[in-house]
């Protein structure tokens, strides 16, 4: 089983959505995936049909004691979805301190889901140390835009382990243009050889509460993430 993690390198840069839409895409190929909701946030869930209203997820049957692993949701044979559930911050700090009390938690629970899947995804928030705990990752994707904030932030970046994916890319944008290259001469190969660009079939699909790839196969978004796809895939076999 490969693990892989997508991090935004600030908030709202489309990290939830764009792991939805990697995960749909591998299954898409013919890989058995689990997309594990790692954020407070628990977004990921509605990318999948998963009621609003529901509160179950993996942090919420830890606050409760029960089992983590009955908390995911079947999508369709072979995709399958962990949410993170809906907590109290009190509840949220609670998980935050355990896991940064088990750094290992997520190891053996990778080691219990390696059967199962070929691949393990996870959404990993921003600035909870504890819960970017997730055992070993053979990918780690930091997503960013191409703009003046992400810009500032790489010069301050901590993690030059985590390869860049520039997500919501405009090529008509000169400013864009401008940093897509300065990038590329400054982070080389850290730096993905593919953009996933900017197009409303993005949104649209989080709106209908689908992966972009099943809400609109032929969009410029879906096949930007069918590449990205087959490139974790090339990767895997790179290192296999």
Request: proline share 5%; charged share 20%; glycine share 8%.
């Amino acid at each position: 089983m490969t693990a892989l993690s997508l991090r935004g390198l600030r908030g709202g840069v489309g990290t939830s959505s764009l792991l939805a839409a990697t995960g749909y895409a591998l299954h898409s190929l013919g890989e058995r995936v689990l997309l594990v909701d790692m954020s407070p946030e628990n977004l990921l869930r509605l990318h999948f049909s998963v009621s609003f209203g529901e509160r179950g997820g993996w942090a919420r049957a830890m606050i409760e004691g029960k089992g983590w692993n009955t908390q995911a949701w079947s999508v369709e044979p072979g995709l399958s979805v962990l949410p993170y559930g809906r907590l109290k911050r009190d509840e949220q700090d609670h998980i935050e301190q355990r896991l940064l009390n088990e750094p290992n938690l997520w190891r053996r629970r990778q080691a219990a889901l390696a059967e199962h899947f070929d691949w393990i995804l996870f959404d990993v928030p921003l600035r909870l140390p504890g819960h970017a705990c997730v055992g070993p990752c053979a990918l780690r994707l930091q997503i960013v835009e191409a703009d003046a904030a992400c810009h500032v932030l790489l010069q301050q970046d901590e993690d030059p382990r985590e390869h860049l994916l520039i997500n919501r890319f405009d090529p008509v944008s000169q400013l864009q243009r401008d940093l897509l290259l300065i990038w590329r001469k400054q982070y080389g190969a850290r730096l993905l050889p593919l953009n996933v660009h900017q197009d409303e079939a993005m949104r649209e699909a989080q709106a209908f509460k689908m992966p972009v790839g099943a809400y609109a196969q032929a969009s410029l978004v879906a096949q930007d993430v069918l590449s990205l796809a087959t490139w974790c895939l090339t990767q895997r076999m790179g290192t296999a």
